[in-house]
């Protein structure tokens, strides 16, 4: 019973979207209506500006990464065993893309994930927003640099053997990449949007 209210409360942190009450909260907008629609980050900086897009972000990833904690907070395990926050994790990223607040409609789970791998794993957490940072400047393409970072953290997770990881990072990748599938098309099209700088900006701009 307690296992269950708790991954009830995990469901329930992930399922807040900051992105669309920050918005109507503190700037009267709904991010949902401009943009890309989407309530995550990246769409929130597009609409909303720099402070209010950093400040969905870190909430975001603290939601995943305090759902991740709660099984260590009070003390319950299941058969995963060690991986059991991870379940709590993935239960907040369903709330996330599901959320009970916005119609069982939601984000992308790209700082959901990140905030459950901060809780589960400091160092590949550490890992992992080194290579979204560095692929960001290298493509100006925060969708493009989700999916290449997500990819790379499942082959990191292999080879150090952590089996759970593996898998669960295997399923949020191909996750990922489905949600995205808009932006795939745009990337080949060569109209994604970008971030106002880093190398892929620069050649876009000189090619104009």
Known sequence: MKLFGLLIVAYLLGAIPNGVWVGKAFFQTDIRQSGSGNIGTTNTYRVLGPYAGTAVMVLDIAKGSVATLLPTLFHVTTILGTATPLLFGLFAILGHTVSIFDHFKGGKAVA???GMLLAYNPLMFVIAAGLWVSLIYWTSMVSLASMIAFSLITLISLAFQDWYLTGIALVLTIFVFYRHRSNI???REGTESMVPFGRG???RQAQK
């Open 185 to 187: 098309q745009r990337i």
């Open 112 to 114: 959901t994930s990140a």
């Open 201 to 203: 900006y620069k050649r």
